[in-house]
C-alpha cells in the first residue's frame, strides 16, 4: 500500500485525524491538490502587477491573497484588527482601529507620509503585543516559521 515506508495502520489513523473517508480519498485529494499547485499561477508578493495585466485582474490577485491570508489566519483562530477609514461602517473584525483618510495632496507627490504613519503604527502594534508574553510569542513565532518554510 505505502512506498514512503509508512506502515498501513498509520496511514489509515492519518486519513481519520484529517477527517477523511479512508485511502481513496486521500489519493483524490492529494491528486487533486498536486494538479492545482502544477497549474496555478503563482501570486508574486514583491511585484504583484504582471505585464499585461488589466487593473481587474490586478485587483483581483491582491483580494485573493488578501482573502486566503483572512481565512488562513481564522484557522489559527487570530483575533482580526482591521485599520481602515471611518468610512467603512459594515465591515466585521475583533477590533477596528481608525485611519484618517484625509490627507493634503496639494503639498506633496503621493502617500508616502500616510503609509510610513501606518507602517509604524502595524509595528507598533505588532512589538506591544509580541512583549506581552515574550517568551511564548517567541517560542509561536519559531515553530510557525519553521512549519512555513518546511517546503521552500
Known sequence: ???SGSASSAVYRFCDKMKLAGYGELKRRLAADLYDYMHEKEFDYD???????SMLQIVSGIKED?????DATMDYKVPLLLIC?????DIESDYILY???HEDHADKVSSFSRRLSLL???DML??????A???NNLEKRKRFYQKMTRYT
Open 1 to 3: 500500500m505505502c512506498r
Open 47 to 53: 511585484f504583484p502587477v504582471q505585464k499585461g495585466q
Open 66 to 70: 488578501y482573502l486566503n491570508t483572512i
Open 85 to 89: 477609514s471611518p468610512n467603512m461602517k
Open 99 to 101: 485611519f484618517s483618510p
Open 120 to 122: 509604524f503604527l502595524l
Open 126 to 131: 505588532y512589538a506591544g503585543y509580541f512583549a
Open 133 to 135: 508574553d515574550y517568551d
